[in-house]
């Protein structure tokens, strides 16, 4: 992919670049909704990458191109960008960068990380050219920072009220590892995941329903949450636990306290993931990876059927747990599956999806990948 990107540089804008820059997408192991709650995550980046050919230029003018529509998109950063398609991603970042801007630049870029799927397509370009302009504007800025700036894109010019997970996970992923992140204090830490050693990979069912998060459904349940935060007297849901639930329920509307139920319960069950990794506890990480499912599904209200279908057929493959991830709406389910039961993973989707009428799934593992770096 590094001679892909930088072949198509080349060709688009008829020089070499100055670099090649890359940034995994990510999939959640668990601790969904909870990020913009002030809640912990525990997400890791995935070996599918964004990779981004860069070049400074002495104007002003900031070009981006790839291999997904064969436009060239092109912005001055004097203005907000609007509009602009999927170069309002990378251009948000260099607009929100903009005061360590050294001049424009010529950006191309080529990804494998699927579109839609719920696996952060948008945070690895995001943090692809964060890295790119950092390095090349001398920024200065740490990863950690680098990951709140393409949040900060795709809250103030794309427009979506997401959280920092995503970045933050393919800013700071490692190899074999995931990403423990208290999104209050902001402090993050690799947990080794130890897959290989029990014959577990994490397989993704990607159901091909495609979701956005700058549409209605998110920013719904962001709101709940906030409402309940302020009635219940917190600055954030982070303020309350399990044992603050019978009060939640006596004051909040009957659809607001399940959705502040998820949140109290979920940021517990990444706690409790982190025990169950750290004494590889297998049956007790599958009922956390149901149980956060089923959540997702009843309270938070956020799962689709062909999310639901895709755990049932991982469980009944033999799964030791499953759950949706991302945002929800649409997008992947992951199962934690022994490596051997991935091909009967596959049939036994496949034929469920056929015979329920749904689209044809995507069934693949994912290998938990290092984050954002420089690759030329
Ligand atoms: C999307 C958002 C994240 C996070 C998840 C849900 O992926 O971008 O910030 O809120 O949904 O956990």
Redo the contacts with the bound molecule.
């Keep these: 992919m590094i001679e892909a990107v930088t072949k198509g540089f080349k060709e688009t804008f008829g020089y070499e670049p100055a670099g090649v820059w890359s940034a995994p997408g990510r999939a959640?192991l668990i601790?969904?909704?909870?990020?913009?709650n002030e809640g912990f995550?525990l997400p890791f980046g995935i070996d599918k990458r964004t990779y981004v050919a860069l070049s400074p230029r002495s104007d002003s003018i900031c070009r981006v191109s790839s291999d997904i529509d064969g436009n060239t998109y092109q912005t001055d950063l004097s203005s907000k960008p609007v509009g602009l398609d999927w170069a309002l991603y990378p251009l948000g970042v260099a607009w929100v960068m903009r005061e360590w801007s050294k001049g424009g630049f010529d950006a191309y870029f080529t990804s494998n990380v699927p579109v839609g799927s719920?696996l952060?397509s948008s945070?690895a370009i995001e943090c692809s050219i964060a890295v790119a302009l950092n390095e090349i504007w001398s920024a200065g800025r740490t990863k950690q920072q680098l990951a709140l700036i393409g949040?900060r894109a795709?809250n103030d010019v794309v427009g979506?009220p997401?959280?920092?997970?995503?970045q933050t996970a393919s800013m700071l992923a490692e190899a074999d590892s995931a990403v423990f992140l208290d999104c209050q204090s902001l402090e993050a830490k690799p947990v080794s995941l130890n897959l290989e050693a029990h014959d577990l990979v994490v397989a993704v069912i990607d159901t091909r329903v495609a979701h956005r998060?700058s549409d209605g459904g998110?920013r719904v349940r962001r709101e709940s949450c906030e409402r309940g935060a302020d009635i219940l007297g917190v600055s954030s849901l982070r303020g309350l636990s399990v044992a603050d639930l019978p009060r939640a329920e006596a004051e909040l509307s009957e659809v607001d306290f399940r959705r502040v139920r998820h949140v109290i319960t979920e940021n517990q069950r990444v706690l409790d993931t982190l025990e169950a990794l750290k004494n590889s506890d297998l049956e007790r990480l599958g009922e956390l990876l149901l149980a956060s499912h089923a959540s997702m599904a009843k309270d938070f209200e956020i799962s689709i059927d062909e999310l639901d279908l895709a755990v049932e057929v991982a469980m009944q493959s033999g799964a030791v747990g499953s759950r949706m991830t991302?945002?929800?709406f649409g997008g992947a389910a992951i199962a934690v599956i022994n490596k051997n039961l991935l091909g009967s993973l596959e049939a036994n989707c496949k034929a469920a999806f056929d015979k329920a009428g749904y689209l044809e799934p995507k069934i693949f593992p994912v290998v938990p990948s290092a984050g954002a770096r420089r690759d030329r």
């Design positions: 959640n601790g969904e909704h909870t990020d913009y995550v719920g952060s945070a949040q795709e979506a997401t959280g920092m997970m995503d998060h998110y991302g945002g929800g």
